[in-house]
């Protein structure tokens, strides 16, 4: 789809959103000259693009995400996902601003070898869910912090870490005494 659009527009400004670093570096071994950022990092910015592209879609129905639907200006938008449906229902969210306009059988999927294979489980767990969210809304608090980068939250534990988090605290500003608090 991206390369159909560029052959229409080669000018075409596109900025693919993608929920992990993981993602971003698949995308962009790709080699198809288009912007790649982290949601976390998207959001930060204000894109003027043609066409935005949300991998992942259905994570940026959370409220931590969902801004990107007003910070970043586009014409067009596309979101991927495997898994639309979100058992919270804040899929209809994301449904209102791009519908969904083409699914693939997961037949096809796993004949094309789009797909691994895989077991899916059932797994009954009691969650007090406002507890959940609050633990939740605490995690993405601080591991934002850190610009939700897994290795340099980890650099804050061990023997160097109190040092580490004083250092990295005083280069971003930051207040210590709330960040020891996590």
Known sequence: IINRFLTKKPDARI??????????????SFKLGVKVEVINT???????????VLDECHRF??????SIFNQVKYKFILGLTATF????????????????????PLSLCKE???????????????????????????YHKFFSSFNHDFDLAMSMLGP??????????VINSLDYKQMSVA
């Not at 129905?61 to 969902?66: L, P």
């Not at 797909?115 to 007090?128: A, G, P, R, T």
């Not at 160097?160 to 605290?169: A, E, H, P, T």
Request: glycine share 2%; charged share 25%; aromatic share 10%.
């Open 15 to 28: 900025l693919v959103v993608v929920p992990t670093t993981y993602l971003a570096d698949q995308w962009n």
């Open 61 to 66: 129905a959370a409220k931590e995400f969902s």
């Open 42 to 52: 998207a959001i930060k910015n204000n894109y003027v693009v043609d066409l935005l």
């Open 160 to 169: 160097d870490g109190k040092q580490n988090l004083i250092d990295y605290c």
């Open 85 to 104: 449906q979100r058992p919270d229902g804040l899929h209809t969210k994301i449904e209102k601003i791009m519908p969904v306009v083409a699914e693939v």
């Open 112 to 138: 094309n070898n789009w797909v691994s294979d895989f077991n899916e489980y059932d797994v009954l767990i009691n969650v007090d869910l406002k507890e959940y969210d609050k633990i939740n809304r605490n």
